[in-house]
């Protein structure tokens, strides 16, 4: 995103766009219809256009919804599942996937990035597609808003069971190689790849976890462009991902009873610089500020245990 430069010259966002400066013209006989949409993050705040858009897309679905995406979970201190100080769970999102099962008896397929995979050597800190979160986590997180939403659904009957395992998978991305590279590193994805019903798609830079920063993307309400979209991608990225095996609904209906919001971890600064150095952070950097809140000089034994997460020291 490009913004007030030169500095002290230009005005500090573009100018707004005007229709009227738009010459009028026939619609071409085979344009696709498409809507550019987006949001401009922290720089303005409450300028968020482009999640109410995708929610839209997500009560709207009536029989499948299709994502490619790199997590659902917030971003993670490295080495746990403690989300950092601040984010949480996308809570918008998360209920209308599971109002979309639930009620509308929608078909939800994830993609989802191999948990912190970082590419080409690199530190967490500098590239991570993949917060940390397992496909059971997502899962699990997803059917707990049916309970929330609808009180009157039995999550421990044998109906229920049946209907989660039905109408909601989920896997980690995979190559005809597998899960790996010859290196040994987890395949990563970056994508932000939405598909509703077959008929219209969804493709740009915003994540549905929460990191509040400027986006883009555009919709294509096209059936004939959508079905292109599928067999030329979501098709072949699905038949090599999905195995069956990442997801099973014993382990989705056992987590249902962890909680993976974030509470307050107690660490000295020294237990703090351990875990940085577990993850091979790079001395001096800003990461460790992060980790303002997780610091108490006067604590002595490290308290870092919170529905079955823990870190040794």
Same mark, same amino acid.
């Given at each position: 995103?490009?913004?007030?430069?030169?500095?002290?010259k230009?005005?500090?966002?573009?100018?707004?766009?005007?229709?009227?400066?738009?010459?009028?013209?026939?619609?071409?006989?085979?344009?696709?219809?498409?809507?550019?949409?987006?949001?401009?993050?922290?720089?303005?705040?409450?300028s968020?256009?482009?999640?109410?858009?995708?929610?839209?897309?997500?009560?709207?679905?009536?029989?499948?919804?299709?994502?490619?995406?790199?997590?659902?979970?917030?971003v993670?201190?490295p080495?746990?599942k403690?989300?950092?100080?601040?984010?949480?769970?996308p809570?918008?999102?998360?209920?209308?996937?599971?109002?979309? *099962?639930?009620?509308?008896?929608?078909?939800?397929?994830?993609?989802?990035?191999?948990?912190?995979?970082?590419?080409?050597?690199?530190?967490?800190?500098?590239?991570?597609?993949?917060?940390?979160?397992?496909?059971?986590?997502? $899962?699990?997180?997803?059917?707990?808003?049916?309970?929330?939403?609808?009180?009157?659904?039995?999550i421990?009957?044998?109906?229920?069971?049946?209907?989660?395992?039905?109408?909601?998978?989920?896997?980690?991305?995979?190559?005809?190689?597998?899960?790996?590279?010859?290196?040994?590193t987890? *395949?990563?994805m970056? $994508?932000?790849?939405?598909?509703?019903?077959?008929?219209?798609?969804?493709?740009?830079?915003?994540?549905?976890?929460?990191?509040?920063?400027?986006?883009?993307?555009?919709?294509?309400?096209?059936?004939?462009?959508?079905?292109?979209?599928?067999?030329?991608?979501?098709?072949?990225?699905?038949?090599?991902?999905?195995?069956?095996?990442?997801?099973?609904?014993k382990? *989705?209906?056992d987590?249902?009873?962890?909680?993976?919001?974030?509470?307050?971890?107690?660490?000295?600064?020294?237990?703090?610089?351990?875990?940085?150095t577990?993850?091979?952070?790079?001395?001096?950097?800003?990461?460790?500020?992060?980790?303002s809140?997780?610091?108490?000089?006067?604590?002595?034994?490290?308290?870092?245990?919170?529905?079955?997460?823990?870190?040794d020291?």
């Amino acid at each position: 995103t490009v913004s007030e430069f030169p500095i002290g010259k230009a005005a500090e966002f573009p100018p707004q766009f005007s229709v009227d400066l738009v010459p009028k013209r026939d619609v071409l006989e085979r344009a696709v219809p498409m809507i550019s949409m987006g949001r401009y993050g922290t720089m303005k705040p409450r300028s968020y256009s482009s999640d109410d858009a995708i929610l839209a897309m997500f009560d709207s679905a009536k029989r499948s919804i299709k994502l490619a995406i790199q997590d659902l979970g917030p971003v993670t201190i490295p080495g746990t599942k403690l989300p950092l100080p601040g984010l949480v769970w996308p809570k918008a999102y998360m209920f209308a996937l599971g109002r979309a *099962i639930w009620k509308t008896g929608v078909r939800v397929d994830i993609a989802l990035s191999n948990p912190r995979s970082i590419p080409d050597n690199l530190g967490a800190t500098e590239a991570c597609y993949g917060n940390g979160w397992t496909c059971v986590d997502c $899962a699990s997180e997803i059917i707990k808003t049916i309970k929330i939403q609808f009180p009157e659904a039995d999550i421990r009957s044998h109906e229920f069971r049946e209907m989660v395992s039905r109408r909601l998978r989920v896997c980690y991305v995979r190559e005809k190689c597998g899960m790996s590279w010859k290196d040994g590193t987890t *395949i990563g994805m970056h $994508a932000k790849h939405f598909i509703f019903d077959d008929v219209c798609c969804y493709i740009g830079s915003q994540n549905l976890y929460i990191c509040d920063l400027a986006e883009w993307g555009v919709v294509i309400d096209n059936k004939e462009q959508t079905k292109k979209v599928l067999n030329e991608y979501w098709y072949p990225m699905w038949g090599s991902s999905y195995l069956g095996e990442d997801c099973n609904l014993k382990d *989705i209906m056992d987590g249902l009873k962890i909680n993976r919001n974030a509470k307050k971890v107690l660490l000295t600064p020294q237990q703090a610089g351990r875990v940085l150095t577990k993850q091979s952070f790079r001395p001096g950097n800003e990461f460790k500020l992060l980790f303002s809140d997780y610091l108490n000089e006067e604590l002595d034994t490290p308290r870092l245990k919170t529905d079955g997460t823990s870190l040794d020291f």
